[in-house]
């Protein structure tokens, strides 16, 4: 059990290599962290049967960038029969699980090889049920069992309140027919991610006030309106009909970078391909002035030591809003629906309940 494996978007496991490597460095745990390019996932095998376990206590998986998933445990061979023995075998060193998930990696090869989980869960979860290893409960870990191909597999355990929310870390968000563009969904990716499923009616609510920045055509705006916000929507591009028609959405021709709402607004989205630390100051200028209690913005991530980049952005905006006295969360992932970019999100915690 002392292997710690991700998932993550394929492309960029020497990001997840980099950032596992230095918590750990940080939390004195030791070990390597190992990747094959676009393999879509990343390993760090700790030098002590603990290690993974302090890692997954000490670390909280919404706070990572990278990695979309993590288990901790280690690799089973399978055999071509009674793969389900083999793995209740293996499982006998294992916890009760509370909840049971199958993975693949997001390659073709893993898209190939989830038709065999489907019907491989079938059995196993019977066989798991009957032994006595599977019990339904939220407070016991998660058992997710990662398949490589049909022989291989990363027997893990997560716990399922620090874990992804979905299996391989994927939301299953269906594109809303009316919604101008597929970017709609990054935004309502980032609302899953960023803002707990209880508090949406508190800080997504219909009368609050929106400023999407580089708008058009509209994906990020529909979901603002969706939740009834009354929304200022800045680009030089058009925006859809049907979103002006709603009567909830003020267009107007300006400079995103430059425009500044005259009362401050209760959210701040930004989509706009720029460079990544202009997109950074952009957000310590809202935050820091007062002209938004939240935002959420993508950065667009450079070719090269992509996660060294994100970790220096991030350090200078802290360190912008600690002298300017202000207190602000941070949060930053590369979400499913984010390419060569990382979403941030950030919420003023000093500013009194509207
Ligand atoms: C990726 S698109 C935004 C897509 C939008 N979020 C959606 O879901 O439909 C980027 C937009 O930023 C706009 N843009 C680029 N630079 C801008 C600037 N300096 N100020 C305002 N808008 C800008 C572009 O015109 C483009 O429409």
Known sequence: MNTLFMHCRPGFEGEVCSEIAEHAARLGVAGYAKAKPQSACAEFVCNDAEGAAQLMRELRFEQLIFPR???RGSFVELPETDRVGVLLEHLADYPVCGSLWL????????????????????????ALSKAGRLEESASKPRLLLTFVS????????????????????????????????????????????????????????????????????????????RRGMLVTAIDNGPMAESLMDTGLVQHLMADGFTYKPKQMVDWMVCDIVEKPARSAALLETW????????????????MKQRYAEVRRLLERIEEGFKARKVKVSIGCKQLYHDREEVTCHLRRLDLKPR
Request: hydrophobic share 40%; aromatic share 10%; charged share 25%.
């Open 69 to 71: 998933q993590w288990a």
């Open 103 to 126: 993975e693949v990696m997001d390659t073709n090869d893993g898209k190939e090889l989830s038709t065999f989980c489907r019907k491989f869960e079938v059995p196993l979860r019977k």
């Open 150 to 225: 049909g022989r291989r597999v990363f027997v893990g355990l997560a716990p399922a309140n620090n874990s992804a929310m979905w299996p391989m870390g994927i939301p299953r968000l269906k594109f809303p027919r009316e919604a101008p563009s597929r970017s709609t969904l990054k935004l309502e990716e980032a609302w899953h991610h960023f803002i707990p499923r209880d508090q949406w009616d508190e800080r997504l609510s219909g009368d609050m006030t929106g400023v999407d920045l580089g708008a058009a055509p509209g994906g990020w705006t529909y979901q603002l309106v």
């Open 287 to 302: 935050l820091g002035e007062g002209l938004c209690r939240e935002a959420v913005v993508n950065l667009k991530l450079p």
